[in-house]
């Protein structure tokens, strides 16, 4: 497969979000601002820790070489390296209690909001795409906001890196710093062009890898009908062709991110050799020393990961923007911004007491009553129309008709779990504006003529979280 079919082949378009992506990622931080603002000072800490092992390094060899001005003795040197890398270890430690948290915390909230917005909608509709598909939207797109935030200080520490270090350098001797870095521009500006090739590649990736994921959600939700259609054979074949088709679009992202990386890394080699033929004149001039020559050689790369990464986190904000696209496509004509809507995600310490749904009074039923209620399923004339009856405390009601008559039909569009065209629900007199949120427990009970089971016992499953003594849960299923 060519890398030109493959990108046919993953394309999609963007849904359309009317927020901008820096706005998401600015809630995210607010969010969590503390660790974010603790994760920066810890990072540009370590970030100018680096800079001392040049120094160092500079003061080493001018220590050890006859005709340049030594500032510090071995033991010194050796004491501020011991030093600089005592705070290197700290500011590492710093960045893991900050930045785990901090990516964490948000993705918790991201997952929040989105379940939420799901379970508020009708149970028809809660999906604007397969269970599967909405599946991997919580675990590779959720990840990528929080990590573009946590880049960001990664970009500003290159930043402050690349200004102290090409400051440094500067000072030594500004015409040797220019010529250094003269070869590495045109290299970057080809490199940094590519960039949207490379969000086109990840973006095949993840479509490549969700599908995967999606198909086994599909699968394992349907494992009775593969059973029954003897379709084990066939569902293998088609999960080996998504995952020859994700292997390949990996492949591809891989194999371009290889090669830019070394595009980055081959510019600051060709900058490192110009700094030794132009070092080699100076210092038989005297105006520049070998420990000049190797502080240059150490800072040099700085300079160089600080453009590269400008080319990384530019490609990563396009993969953000997709990323929530398809995110707020879950929200089903929610507000975009209710994605990061702050919101308690209790990660840590006590979690809080669970809210039972209390029998108040105005939860007994006198009467329900159904007025012209229709629905058609959407694209089609089938459903139900204009279905009136009223359902009496204490009275037994049965609804019949053949296969495909509407019966279930009528049974979710009461419940809210289909959202009716027309008609009016009263319970005890007076209208349901919300079935989906009024006609559940405990006003309400449903079960479902092919009920989904939860990966727990069946105790579980019938109870839900609700604390039910063994008596109650006998009388309920003696009732049953």
């Known amino acids: 497969m060519t890398t030109d079919t493959l990108e046919t082949h993953n394309e999609e378009p963007i849904p359309e979000v009317g927020v901008p992506t820096w706005k998401f990622i600015w809630e995210l931080v607010r969010f969590r601002w503390r660790y974010y603002l603790f994760n920066n000072l810890a990072f540009n800490v370590m970030i100018l820790g680096w800079l001392v092992p040049g120094l160092i390094t500079r003061e080493f060899f001018n220590l050890i070489s006859p005709d340049a001005p030594a500032r510090f003795d071995m033991i010194t040197l050796l004491a501020i390296l011991l030093a600089s890398g005592i705070v290197r270890v700290m500011g590492v430690l710093a960045l893991t209690r900050t930045n785990t948290p901090f990516e964490y915390h948000n993705q918790a909230l991201l997952h929040s909001n989105m379940l939420g917005r799901i379970f ?11 269970p599967g598909a909405a599946t ?17 200080n990664d970009l500003f520490g290159s930043l402050l890196l690349a200004v102290v270090a090409a400051a440094i350098m500067v000072s030594i001797s500004p015409w040797i710093t220019v010529l250094a870095f003269a070869p590495m521009l045109p290299i970057i500006v080809v490199a940094n062009a590519a960039t949207s090739r490379v969000e086109r590649y990840r973006r ?41 088709k994700r292997r390949q679009s990996a492949l591809v992202d891989r194999l371009f991110n290889e090669i830019l990386g070394s595009i980055f890394r081959n510019s600051g080699n060709l900058g490192t050799g110009f700094i030794w033929i132009l070092a080699a004149q100076s210092i038989q001039r005297g105006s520049f020393t070998v420990g000049d020559l190797a502080l240059f050689v150490s800072y040099l790369g700085f300079i160089t990961e600080f453009v590269g990464m400008i080319g990384f986190m530019w490609a990563r ?38 809210q039972y749904p209390v029998r108040e009074p105005e939860s007994r039923l006198d009467c329900l009553e159904m007025k012209e209620l229709s629905y058609l399923h959407p694209g089609s004339t089938r459903g139900i129309e204009n279905i009136s009856f009223t359902l009496r405390r204490g009275s037994f009601t049965v609804i019949t008709g053949r296969v495909g008559a509407g019966k279930t039909t009528l049974l979710r569009s009461v419940l809210g779990l289909l959202p009716k065209d027309s008609g009016e629900i009263l319970w005890n007199g007076v209208e349901v504006l919300d079935p989906a949120t009024f006609l559940s427990p405990p006003r309400c009970a449903y079960t479902a003529q092919i009920p989904r089971l939860f990966s727990m016992t069946l105790r579980e499953n019938l109870l839900l979280g609700l604390p039910n003594s063994d008596e109650e849960l006998q009388k309920a299923l003696h009732a049953a």
């Not at 991997?136 to 960001?152: H, S």
């Open 120 to 130: 508020q909608q009708p149970g028809a509709r809660a999906l604007p795409e397969s």
């Open 136 to 152: 991997a939207r919580f675990n590779g797109d959720v990840n990528e906001l929080p990590l573009f935030a946590l880049w960001m």
């Open 204 to 244: 095949a990736t993840r479509e490549a890898s969700a599908r995967v994921v999606g198909f086994i959600a599909e699968s394992f939700g349907s494992v009775q009908a593969i059973k029954v259609a003897n379709a084990e054979p066939r569902i293998i074949q088609r999960f080996d062709i998504l995952n020859e």
């Open 317 to 354: 904000y396009k993969q953000a923007g997709v990323a929530v696209g398809r995110i707020t496509r879950l929200l089903s004509g929610a507000p975009p911004m209710s994605l990061v809507k702050p919101a308690p995600v209790y990660m840590d310490g006590p979690l809080p007491d669970v």
